[in-house]
């Protein structure tokens, strides 16, 4: 990486910072590019060289969360997982961005990364086999993915905003019990 795009690089992180600084006391959309710009000791032009707007900011720091997951289920796709330890690397995943992620939701702006997230599901999906995949068409696979993500990720904002929340074990020992106990619906053994 050269000097210029370290520079880049250092400004992104430094309006990020800056912008959740300010979500702190204002509402995102009281929050003008001057003022992101200025707490982050940088002009307005670096900011419009990198960003067309504060909406591309997050939407840039959507991505790179997700391309940041993706490398961490990368490191362990090779191991033979269990479902509860994929539930858990996710809230563990979390639990590292809980302050960002709180802000977030705190502006109703966290549907910006559950649909960047929707986006790459499918990618996500297919990054590594596991004993609980279904084999079906795309449309299925997508009604199984809508499911899952969507009550994961309630328990994750829920889960995010508590005062004082259960570390990723506890929280993943709660679901698997649930989904467990989902699992002997319908069955009449």
């Not at 499918?122 to 079906?136: C, D, E, L, M, N």
Request: aromatic share 14%; hydrophobic share 40%.
């Amino acid at each position: 990486m050269d000097g210029h795009q370290k520079l880049v690089l250092q400004s992104k992180e430094w309006l990020l910072k800056a912008l959740f600084e300010l979500m702190q006391d204002k509402s995102f959309q009281d929050i003008s590019v001057t003022e992101i710009a200025e707490a982050a000791g940088l002009s307005r032009r670096t900011f419009y060289r990198t960003f067309k707007d504060k909406q591309e900011l997050l939407e840039v720091y959507a991505d790179e969360l997700i391309h940041e997951y993706i490398e961490a289920l990368d490191q362990v796709s090779g191991q033979m997982m269990k479902f509860d330890d994929i539930v858990q690397l996710f809230f563990e995943f979390w639990a590292q961005h809980r302050n960002y992620a709180r802000v977030l939701i705190q502006q109703d702006l966290f549907y910006i990364i559950f649909h960047k997230w929707n986006n790459h599901a499918s990618q996500i999906y297919q990054k590594f086999h596991a004993p609980w995949h279904i084999t079906g068409t795309p449309t299925e696979i997508n009604y199984v993915l809508a499911y899952s993500i969507g009550g994961l990720w309630q328990i994750l904002e829920i889960w995010l905003m508590s005062e004082t929340p259960e570390k990723p074990e506890q929280i993943t020992r709660t679901m698997m019990k649930a989904l467990d106990k989902l699992g002997t619906v319908g069955r009449f053994d």
